[in-house]
């Protein structure tokens, strides 16, 4: 599975971005598609992921009630609607694919820069 992720930028804290991944490959091999961040000098953290077969939705707890993930099947992209923004959520975002559901998230898309000011 390839991804590519897109739609980060620059916004002011309290606006909202949106942003887009688009899997290729066969979506037999997609269990979950999800999100991580990582800012500089910390450890890249988990922030929402959507299971492919039944779309149930999770979410890292300083994300929740802000962001929100969806998926379309047809289309095998998965989106993050960034809500609330905080300058604390100024990280690279990366799109991931799980596929199986004891596996790690193990094919990575090239991350997205969201910078967040006050």
């Known amino acids: 599975v390839q991804l590519q992720a897109s739609g980060g930028g620059f916004a002011q804290a309290g606006d909202s971005l949106t942003l887009s991944c688009a899997a290729s490959g066969r979506a037999s091999d997609i269990y979950a598609l999800g999100w991580f961040r990582q800012s500089p000098g910390k450890q890249r953290e988990f922030v929402a992921a959507?299971?492919?077969?039944?779309?149930?939705?999770y979410y890292g707890d300083p994300v929740k009630g802000r962001f929100s993930i969806s998926g379309d099947n047809a289309k095998n992209a998965v989106y993050l609607a960034m809500n609330s923004l905080k300058t604390e959520d100024t990280a690279v975002y990366y799109c991931?694919?799980?596929?199986?559901?004891?596996?790690?998230?193990?094919?990575w898309g090239q991350g997205t820069l969201v910078t967040v000011s006050s």
């Open positions: 959507v299971s492919w077969h039944d779309m149930n939705t």
């Open positions: 991931a694919a799980k596929p199986t559901v004891r596996a790690n998230f193990n094919a």
